[in-house]
């Protein structure tokens, strides 16, 4: 427990400055590292171990895409296209050493991982003071719901993907994540003004619930392949895919409402 909490605190001390300069170049090039790293974690976890020269390519793409996201959009589609037909190509050409389900699920993983981070970066751009709230949303939520579960839970939510996780867990980290986006809403976005809170209300549940499937649906992925966790990078706490496993449905999730519907 001691090795997950100094982890996670030295971890956000690391990330912070990230988010606060998240107008420079520092921003879109972590997060492309990130997404690299995750992309890589992803191949190792669905068995692609010894054809990582291979897979390079994809992984190289997904580092490059959140930059993109930010200087050079244009580029986008033909970096995603591109891969799938790279993907196309080794499953011929690699025919009986390529494992047909191991390329389906890298494109997957890319999708899942490298085109969830790039969202990340457009989210950030077009809604610079609250992008914020993907980040919140995945850390009230896990907080809430850990302390909550460790408090009240009894009823378990899913115990064949995740049993530590509980009903009253869930649902005190949906109530936390209201908690937080009316805080962080009325100080810094409104700053005493008028706050549409039940509009907000209405997100914080959706967005809490996005972020609770997408942890247990990482929970899914791994009780499938049979490994505890993506990685090593951070002690106590696995890796990057491990980290941000909530985020990436999230930032998805963001962006259409941003796009489609435009609440926020």
């Not at 997957?108 to 914020?132: H, N």
């Not at 005190?172 to 409104?190: D, E």
């Amino acid at each position: 427990m001691q090795k997950r909490i100094l982890t996670g605190a030295v971890a956000l001390i690391v990330f912070i400055p990230v988010l606060y300069f998240s107008g420079t170049y520092i921003f879109p090039a972590v997060i492309g590292l990130l997404s690299g790293i995750a992309v890589y974690e992803f191949a190792r976890c669905i068995g692609i171990k010894k054809m990582m020269l291979i897979v390079s390519p994809v992984i190289l793409t997904s580092a490059i895409l959140p930059v993109l996201a930010r200087y050079a959009r244009e580029w986008l589609v033909i970096a995603g296209l591109s891969v799938f037909i790279y993907l196309l190509f080794i499953l011929v050409f690699g025919y009986g050493r390529i494992n047909i389900n191991s390329a389906t699920a890298l494109f997957f993983g890319f999708v899942y991982v490298a085109v969830a981070f790039m969202l990340l970066v457009m989210v950030r751009d077009r809604a610079p003071e609250r992008y914020l709230l993907i980040f919140i949303t995945a850390w009230g939520t896990d907080t809430f719901a850990y302390f909550g579960g460790y408090l009240f839970g009894k009823k378990k939510l899913c115990p064949e993907l995740s049993p530590k996780k509980t009903v009253e867990g869930a649902i005190c980290g949906v109530a936390g994540t209201v908690i937080c986006f009316a805080v962080y809403l009325i100080v810094t976005v409104n700053k005493g003004g008028d706050f549409p809170i039940f509009k907000y209300s209405l997100l914080a549940i959706l967005a809490s619930i996005v972020s609770q499937l997408g942890d247990l649906s990482a929970s899914a992925i791994k009780r499938h392949y049979g490994i505890k966790d993506f990685g090593d990078i951070f002690p106590g706490h696995g890796g990057v895919l491990d980290r941000f496993d909530s985020i990436l449905p999230l930032s998805i999730g963001a962006y259409l409402l941003l796009s489609i519907i435009k609440v926020l």
